[in-house]
């Protein structure tokens, strides 16, 4: 945290706002947030989610085949505008999960977020979670993918309750103060 986020054209701006804004309301919040015990438990919630999300695709072969795909394939899903639809809330929510949000991109055709690691994020946007290609499609058995779905629907649901929650308890007051001290 506290590195300087770089921004040099158009583009890469709008993803290094939400990046600010998101540190902001972490320097502003975060305290309280995870002083409130309804927040800790959806965070923790949340976590748990995510990894059971992870552990389904481990088991059902997705892992396997988009790394397969990324080294060998037709390279990776994770294109230059999904990084845009990652709001400041969600963002906050990675800071909250303990992640670190890198100020400029690994590859700038590629989503801002991607890592030579993989996704920086651990709480991902719906599209993010939701995403099966065709190739997935032919590859990993129709029971399978549905399986994996029905567990991401838990992780993509249990995201919502904590971004609402959030929301509220910060207050439009705090989420536009932290826009407006963009810059200053
Ligand atoms: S999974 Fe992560 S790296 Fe890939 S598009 Fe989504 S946010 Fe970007």
Redesign the pocket.
Known sequence: MGVPIKTITCDEKTIADQIRTAIRLWKFCEQSLMQDRQVCALVKGLDLDIEATQSAMVRAGIVNECSDCAISGQGTC?GVR??YK?DSILLLINLLLGRNLPSVPADAHL?H??TKQG?A?RA??VI?INFVCQRLRDVIPHNLLCRVQEIAGRDIDALFVLEECIKKKIGVATLIRAQETIGT
């Open positions: 994770c999904a990084g990652c989503c977020f991607l996704c994020l991902r946007h993010c």
